[in-house]
């Protein structure tokens, strides 16, 4: 399966040295930016949209950080994260910026171990402590107690990890710092921390490279880069005591909760039996005032009526490319999000 590979040639990546407004406003194109996370999804979504709306979309696969960073110099027309903004990078803004969520989805721990393609068994707990530098070879005593029958090789663990401002690191460090109290103390959660270990890719794409290029290699990718790839990745864990494959139906049971009025709400270390741990929503981001920067009605109009597309008719995509669909309860709250937004003070969408 080359989904990502194929998709690419369709999405046309822009530099952002080279985006302005002005120019994509006159060749029909709206601008976005941010999450290698969703990348796959949008990159459907959009091109299904284009057919029967004839609106290209150039969303730039650069990482959360790239994506917010692009939306707060105005540079694009949606950002995307899979973490909601920080405290920071809301004061840098300045201005209120809604989030809509548009699906859920599962980071998932893949390795490249000679000689083991079983799923292993891998609690939150060692996981962090494999990232913390402390546990480093793939036979330790502590791997090797929730894998019992499974022959480890003495080799050394190499760890990888995102190099750029990432959603999907958020997601990573923000589990771990619920389940492993010297992690949360030592480390913490964002988009990009000081890892005390490791090698460092960009994207999701750099990550399950290296992953595939290093023997020993342990690194966290979404579902689909593993899956599209043939990676093995890990069972991992849940609050519950079991260990639990990322699939379509453990992340769409992590992912049933109530959204909060602005959707903002984590996911992981889900209190669902059978859920997960490590899923998360992730979020298309917009400012709630839509005049700035000379910029036309119409074409507000034109980026949500977008995303109002990928809250209803798109997430039938969503499941065949692993995504959790959003929830009604999730799809009313992403209506009102929308509904929210203005020009000039007055509401866009009725």
């Known amino acids: 399966m080359k989904i990502i590979k194929s998709l690419k040639l369709a999405v046309v990546a822009v530099a952002a040295s080279c985006i302005t407004l002005s120019a994509s ?7 976005g930016a941010g999450g290698t996370f969703v990348y796959p999804l949008f990159s459907k979504v959009f091109s299904e949209y284009d057919k029967t709306n004839n609106v290209k979309v ?20 949606f950002g995307e994260s899979d973490a909601p903004l920080n405290p920071d990078q809301t004061a ?6 809604l989030h809509i969520p548009v699906a859920a989805g599962a980071v998932v721990i893949t ?7 079983a ?17 480093t070879k793939w036979n330790s005593p502590e791997i090797a107690a929730t894998n019992k029958g499974v022959k480890l090789p003495d080799m050394p663990i190499v760890v990888v990890h995102r190099s750029d401002g990432s959603g999907t690191s958020f997601i990573f460090t923000d589990y771990l710092t619920k389940v492993n109290e010297e992690w949360a103390k030592k480390v913490g959660k964002a988009s990009a921390v000081n890892w005390p270990a490791g090698l460092g890719g960009k994207g999701s794409e750099g990550v399950s490279g290296l992953v595939k290029q290093t023997p020993g290699a342990i690194a966290y990718v979404e579902l689909i880069y593993a899956l599209q790839n043939k990676m093995t990745f890990a069972n991992v864990q849940n609050k519950s005591g079991k260990f639990i494959t990322p699939s379509l139906a453990t992340t769409t049971l992590a ?9 903002k709400v984590s996911l992981t270390n889900t209190d669902n039996a059978k859920g997960y741990p490590i899923s998360s929503f992730t979020w ?19 980026v949500l009526e977008l995303l109002w597309y ?8 969503s499941a065949p490319l692993n995504y959790a669909p959003l929830s009604k309860s999730a799809v009313k709250v992403a209506e009102k999000i929308l509904k929210s937004a203005t020009y000039d003070g007055k509401p866009i969408l009725k």
Not at 111 to 117: A, K, R
Not at 310 to 317: I, L
């Open 119 to 135: 799923a292993l068994n891998l609690s939150g707990k060692d996981i962090a402590d494999i990232y913390l530098g402390k546990i």
């Open 111 to 117: 390795y490249n171990i000679p000689g083991v393609t």
């Open 284 to 302: 298309a981001l917009i400012y709630k005032e839509q005049n700035y920067n000379g910029r036309p009605a119409e074409r507000t109009k034109k």
């Open 92 to 97: 840098k803004l300045g201005v209120p910026v």
């Open 255 to 263: 992912s049933n909760v109530e959204l909060p009025a602005d959707s």
């Open 25 to 31: 406003a006159q060749d029909n194109t709206l601008l």
């Open 310 to 317: 990928v809250v209803h008719d798109g997430q039938k995509f």
């Open 58 to 77: 150039n969303y730039q696969s650069i990482g959360s950080g790239g994506g917010i960073l692009q939306l707060t110099n105005k540079t694009v027309d």
